[in-house]
């Protein structure tokens, strides 16, 4: 990440002394101008993500904050005095008039990556602990074997253990693919569902919708879809979002549906397909679901990145 001349309060166009509240609805209508496909570009895309995760929260804004005020003042640039920030042309609504050459400011930061999907938590993470705990139990020793994933060892193992495994493989699978859908989308994985001691295996948002994601495993002890249904509600309600739907994906290799199916549980719309579909129907949205307005979705974002805990 390279910073250059601006803070991230100009980014969002914002005074230092905004409060939390507007900072958000600045961040809201930067992120909908500016996000790739709806007609932004993904540097100007990133630019708002990185500002907004500096300030967005009381807590990283005041360590930001910081230090800023323990580093050495810079002077103002002469086309750009403090207090009348203009955003790049390409932040500014139609119609309005452009910035000049001479006043528009040059990026504040670019991300490594910015063709990526924004990525969180640890995918498997839990499964995986579940693993080596198992297998311990199997063993019936104190400490994890030096290598707890020898082939051997692995096909030896009962199939409740093998079970956590493969469980895991599958969830890192579903994130590593995200990752091609692009800076206009985030995931979250190994997200604990509050209250309840459950998690789901990935959130994900983009601009057609919200989404619970499930990583099947495809084998005896995959949660039932009743059970998956009833985490996504619980974790809709916590955090006052609307989720779009829940996909069920399948190993490829271990899928039996040519097509994806598609049905409702009560309002809620379920998918099953399998690894090699779901990013093309994430992409276009999936038929008979609700992905709300750009408006919504972005507020559900910022809401998101506030209150998500990870399992």
């Not at 955003?87 to 609504?93: C, I, L, N, T």
């Not at 994933?149 to 253990?161: F, I, K, M, T």
């Not at 190993?251 to 990013?279: I, N």
């Amino acid at each position: 990440m390279q910073e250059t001349s601006l803070s991230a309060y100009e980014v969002l166009g914002v005074d230092p002394l905004a409060s939390h509240e507007e900072i958000g609805r600045a961040y809201r209508r930067l992120a909908r101008a500016t996000h790739p496909d709806l007609g932004g570009t993904n540097g100007e895309f990133s630019d708002v993500q990185a500002a907004w995760e500096r300030i967005g929260k009381p807590d990283k804004r005041a360590a930001y904050d910081r230090e800023r005020h323990a580093a050495p003042a810079k002077p103002a640039p002469s086309a750009r005095p403090t207090g009348t920030y203009r955003p790049p042309d390409s932040y500014r609504p139609a119609g309005s008039r452009p910035a000049s050459e001479s006043a528009r400011p040059h990026r504040v930061w670019r991300e490594p990556a910015p063709s990526t999907a924004r990525s969180y938590g640890h995918p498997g993470g839990t499964a995986r602990e579940r693993y080596l705990r198992e297998l311990r139990l199997w063993l019936d020793v104190a400490d994890t074997p030096a290598n707890p994933y020898n082939d051997e060892l692995v096909r030896s193992a009962p199939a409740q253990v093998r079970y956590w495994l493969e469980k895991a493989r599958a969830e890192e699978a579903t994130a590593k693919s995200a990752g091609q859908l692009g800076s206009g989308f985030t995931i979250w994985n190994d997200v604990e569902v509050p209250g309840t001691g459950d998690k789901v295996d990935h959130v994900l948002m983009g601009i057609s919708g919200l989404y619970v994601i499930e990583s099947a495993s495809g084998l005896e002890g995959d949660p039932p879809e009743k059970q998956l249904v009833k985490a996504m509600r619980t974790l809709g309600k916590r955090l006052k979002a609307q989720f779009t739907a829940l996909i069920v994906v399948y190993p490829d290799e271990l899928s039996r549906l040519p097509t994806p199916v598609v049905s409702r549980v009560g309002r809620a719309v379920v998918a099953r397909m399998a690894a090699s579909q779901w990013l093309d129907f994430v992409r276009a949205g999936i038929p008979g679901s609700d992905r709300g307005t750009p408006d919504e979705v972005f507020e559900d974002r910022a809401r998101l990145i506030e209150r998500i805990s990870f399992a």
